[in-house]
């Protein structure tokens, strides 16, 4: 099979075109089956009992009484969880964070659970549960946890990448730089520096469907479950790993998922709930509430990041610094060093370092949010480019247009860049009628650039025609924003058949080889690739059979607009043989046909987008409405266009809310304040503009078809373009996200210097 | 020869050196070649870990050749959302 990823330059027929998604109708009618929407015979009720404590000692936990209880048929704490991952304390932490080992680590730290008959019980039960905590000090802000004397989280941890590596324990994980250059010499070649410091709270991603599972494995070893993930099969092997199953013998299926964003891509209650499910000998369903989902599952980071950024007044940059500092809750994670990576990314500079720190805090693991750590870089480098932009009298596109990263720019992470978008998207939005459309009184415009890695993975896809003609393609990556039609799209373009022909279903476990998890915005890149693969290999069977049909060489068949047609002059009177008719002889011509095929898609483009906004700010009440927004991306080639743009729009209503509103409110006592979403609001349509978007397309030189992952980006330059926005609305400069009206007001009542520029 | 760029949380196990010539056609050689070297660096590999071929990451692909002169570099392997 040809591997050759090689972008083609290919024209379409199919490809491009916006059919309606396979899996609309079911979930406009409530048809479609979510996490919480299965059950099976015998089925208890799972709850799980949380750690009321910032951080506790555990000193002893009596389950007895909740065991006693009629209708309890199992309780579990870490006793039934055992430590298997022999020295791997990466694993380790995942199973600790399922379930406290001796320490609460956070407000919402599982510490125990139960299974019963039905709800009222299992509440009951876990009522009866006694834990002894001691309780111990903590800390929730990233910056008190960096101090001398902060309430040390994980005591074994020693702060990686310093140098002489150090012997105490410390809440900084992790230490990484990146860039090149001389930043000391190129501040001092700068007409103008600006130095400034930024705050982003924790938000979480939001997704409307709790986490929830229906876990059963029987006394054989054997076990199955069903669960709204954004990864089945890494599910499958890390539950099997925490549990010490065979991975065969756990079969995994991902049900319809409402929202992920990155926080379906880690195990929370699964291995739990299979644990319940062992010793009870029962199916267990878990389904989370609200406040479990704030309180302990995987939101963002808060961060606290300075920027220091020299340029002269012709509007080169001359050096650009930057330390961030990124709260990973209580276990050890990269977030910081993401946020280093891609903070400068959008710039072709000189001299340029960026200071990552991991640091651990008394909060719940966190997770990947959409481009994970990307945004509050951008957030604080973007409105410190807009400040240098102000200082030296430039237009801010101008300014960045003159400063953007190109084809040969070696990147601020390292490497230098192939043919890239950010350019692009930076002359559209020069052009776009969006930035001369006049502004009002107490109104601002602000515009930010955003980038984004992206990457593909492992994929396994099988192709299987039916003997009408019609197509099953069989993915392994979970469908989180309409891949299955563009995948549709993708076999239809390759057999040369409608699009209406193809049928296309997310497997479970047992029915595919693994599939890397949909994360880095790989869903339709990677699986888009295995599907052009498999699409061609059920080609080269249908030839073979037509060849077989016809007694003909199979070197003379050739396939063209979803028929096989043969080529030589001699062959002239054979009739041209379509896709229903080779499928209908395919019994008697070598059985099923089929195509498939496993890759791993590396190659995947990097992507860069640039927005604009306008808000309205109200200097009595600080409430700011968003009034008009645009998003530019580069998606490389958009195979379903609706899907494209709704994953722009998407991820510029979630960088609003994050922007504008939503917060993770920790009290004194480390404890989260909010945990629902009353108190915790994300926004609603009445809080939302039309959100505009205009797809550009720079063709991924790695993809056959171009395609560049379109999912994560977007949510990067919200953040900095409303941040922007608002401080030329309110004429102050906002360096805090959320910009909520109490910030918001106060920053006007400050002042926050004169001049917002500086 | 090809001349590797460490990112900085490599350097400290090549004794901080920021780039390292080793001989090597594929990407699974290279690694192999860096541990043998650098034993140390096996962890900071088996905790996830990218190459950049001019400017491409791959991440799983270990039978990816690197041409003569490439322009290779050692990144984290990065996660999504």
């Not at chain 1, 720190?357 to 481009?371: S, W």
């Not at chain 1, 930010?448 to 396994?460: E, R, V």
């Not at chain 1, 991924?700 to 994560?712: F, I, K, L, Q």
């Not at chain 2, 080793?22 to 650098?38: C, D």
Request: proline share 6%; hydrophobic share 40%.
């Amino acid at each position: 099979m040809n591997h050759d990823q090689s972008f083609t330059n290919q024209e379409f027929k199919i490809v491009g075109t916006r059919p309606p998604r396979p899996d609309g109708v079911d979930k406009v009618t409530g048809r479609a089956r979510y996490g919480a929407d299965v059950s099976a015979p015998g089925q208890l009720v799972g709850l799980i009992l949380r750690s009321p404590h910032a951080h506790a000692k555990i000193k002893k936990i009596d389950t007895s009484k909740a065991e006693k209880l009629p209708g309890v048929k199992a309780v579990i704490t870490s006793a039934d969880l055992p430590d298997l991952t022999k020295g791997d304390r990466s694993q380790l932490d995942i199973l600790e964070n399922c379930m406290a080992r001796g320490r609460a680590l956070y407000d919402g730290h599982a510490v125990a659970a139960v299974a019963a008959v039905d709800a009222e019980t299992a509440r009951k039960a876990l009522k009866l549960i006694k834990v002894d905590y001691q309780v111990l000090p903590h800390v929730t802000d990233v910056d008190e946890a960096m101090k001398p004397g902060a309430p040390i989280v994980q005591p074994h941890v020693r702060t990686v990448g310093v140098n002489p590596a150090p012997t105490k324990a410390s809440n900084v994980s992790q230490r990484t730089e990146f860039g090149h250059g001389d930043v000391e010499a190129g501040f001092k070649r700068a007409d103008v520096i600006v130095e400034r410091s930024y705050k982003t709270e924790q938000t979480h991603q939001g997704y409307i469907e709790p986490h929830a599972c229906l876990a059963s494995v029987g006394p054989d070893g054997q076990g199955e479950l069903w669960v709204t993930t954004q990864g089945h099969f890494t599910f499958r092997n890390v539950c099997a790993s925490l549990l010490g199953m065979d991975v065969a013998k756990l079969k995994v299926t991902s049900s319809e998922i409402g929202g992920g964003f990155g926080g379906k891509t880690h195990v929370w209650m699964e291995p739990v709930a299979l644990a319940l499910s062992r010793k009870a000998n029962r199916p267990v369903k878990v389904v989370m509430t609200r406040e479990e989902v704030f309180r302990a599952t995987g939101p963002t980071c808060s961060t606290s990041i300075d920027v220091k950024i020299g340029a002269t007044k012709d509007g080169r940059i001359t050096a650009a610094r930057a330390e961030l500092r990124y709260q990973d809750g209580a276990f050890p994670s990269i977030w910081g060093m993401l946020g280093a990576m891609t903070s400068f990314a959008c710039y072709d500079l000189e001299n340029v370092k960026a200071i990552g720190y991991d640091v651990l805090v008394n909060r719940p693991k966190v997770a990947a949010y959409r481009a994970p750590s990307a945004p509050m870089a951008a957030f604080a480098v973007e409105s410190t480019i807009d400040q240098v932009a102000v200082q030296i009298g430039m237009d801010p596109v101008d300014f960045r247009i003159k400063n953007a990263a190109k084809e040969g720019t070696r990147a601020s992470y390292g490497p230098t860049y192939g043919p890239i978008g950010i350019g692009p998207t930076l002359l559209a939005a020069k052009n776009h009628p969006h930035m001369k459309a006049p502004l009002h009184k107490n109104q601002g415009r602000g515009m930010a650039c955003g980038f984004w890695f992206n990457f593909g993975g492992q994929t396994c896809t099988d192709l299987n025609i039916g003997v009408d003609g019609t197509v099953s393609l069989t993915v392994g990556t979970v469908d989180v924003g309409g891949s299955r039609a563009s995948l549709s799209l993708i076999a239809a373009e390759e057999l040369g058949i409608p699009y209406e022909k193809v049928k296309c279903t997310v497997a479970d476990t047992a029915s595919l080889g693994h599939n890397d998890t949909t994360e880095g915005s790989r869903g339709t890149f990677s699986s888009g690739m295995a599907t052009i693969y498999a699409a061609r290999d059920a080609i080269r069977v249908l030839k073979e059979r037509a060849a077989k049909q016809w007694e003909i060489d199979v070197a003379d068949v050739t396939w063209r607009n979803g028929r096989a047609v043969a080529l030589k002059a001699e062959h002239g009177n054979l009739s041209e043989l379509t896709l229903e008719e080779l499928a209908a002889a395919s019994p008697r011509t070598g059985g099923p046909i089929a195509g498939h095929n496993e890759v791993v898609a590396d190659g995947a483009g990097v992507s860069f987008a640039t927005h604009i906004c306008d808000v309205e700010v109200d200097p009595e009440t600080g409430y700011t409405k968003v009034i008009r927004y645009t998003v530019i991306q580069d998606a490389g080639k958009a195979i379903h266009p609706d899907y494209v743009e709704g994953q722009f729009q998407g991820a510029a209503a979630q960088g609003i809310g994050w922007a504008l509103n939503e917060e993770y409110v920790y009290g004194k006592d480390g404890r989260l304040q909010n945990p629902g979403f009353l108190d915790y609001r994300i926004p609603v349509c009445s809080d939302l503009p039309f959100i505009d978007t205009q797809i550009l397309e720079i063709p991924n030189p790695g993809h056959p078809y171009g395609v560049r992952g379109v999912g994560e980006t977007s949510i990067v330059p919200p953040l900095a373009a409303i941040a922007n926005a608002v401080s030329n609305a309110a004429g102050v400069r906002l360096t805090h996200i959320p910009m909520s009206p109490p910030r918001i007001l106060n920053a006007i009542k400050n002042g926050n210097g004169k001049s917002h520029a500086a | 020869m090809i001349e590797v760029q460490l990112s900085a949380s490599l350097r400290e196990f090549a004794g901080g050196a920021a780039s390292v010539a080793v001989e090597a056609t594929t990407v699974r050689e290279l690694l192999r070649k860096l541990v043998e070297r650098y034993p140390r660096m096996q962890k900071r590999f088996d905790e996830g870990i990218a190459v950049s071929i001019n400017g491409e990451i791959f991440r799983d692909d270990r039978a990816q050749r690197i041409p003569e002169g490439a322009e290779v570099y050692l990144l984290p392997r990065i996660p999504g959302g």
